[in-house]
Nanobody, 127 residues
Framework: QVQLVESGGGLVQAGGSLRLSCAAS????????VGWFRQAPANERQFVAV????????YYADSVKGRFTISRDSAKNTVYLQMNSLKPEDTAIYYC????????????????????WGQGTQVNVSS
């Protein structure tokens, strides 16, 4: 399995931006899809976005569509989540996850689809 390390979290004011990174070690992402999930206190871990390493259109949760962008850098074996126009409700621990599956947005939005998870990075958005 691939090992994942997230970085880039922090404290930002509402309306601001952050870019999260998910770096892989152990294996490359070449045959994987990589997603971002988030978990706020007392809430379940929720799907944010996912990208297929081989190409194609990413999927996004409705709550972040138009504000967040997922992308990849093959040379760095890293996936990014650019978060703009942040809101206090975006406050959560953000996790990246990897899988060798690809399917519908319903499939890719399920935590059970992903086999490797990072430790998470905290994002706090103040009002």
């Amino acid at each position: 399995q691939v090992q994942l390390v997230e970085s880039g979290g922090g404290l930002v004011q509402a309306g601001g931006s952050l870019r999260l990174s998910c770096a892989a070690s152990g294996r490359t992402f070449s045959s994987y899809a990589v997603g971002w999930f988030r978990q706020a206190p007392a809430n379940e871990r929720q799907f944010v976005a996912v990208i297929r390493w081989s190409g194609g259109s990413p999927y996004y949760a409705d709550s972040v569509k138009g504000r967040f962008t997922i992308s990849r850098d093959s040379a760095k074996n890293t996936v990014y989540l650019q978060m703009n126009s942040l809101k206090p409700e975006d406050t959560a621990i953000y996790y990246c996850a990897a899988t060798n599956r690809w399917g519908s947005i319903a499939t890719m939005a399920s935590r059970a689809t992903f086999v490797s998870w990072g430790q998470g990075t905290q994002v706090n958005v103040s009002s």
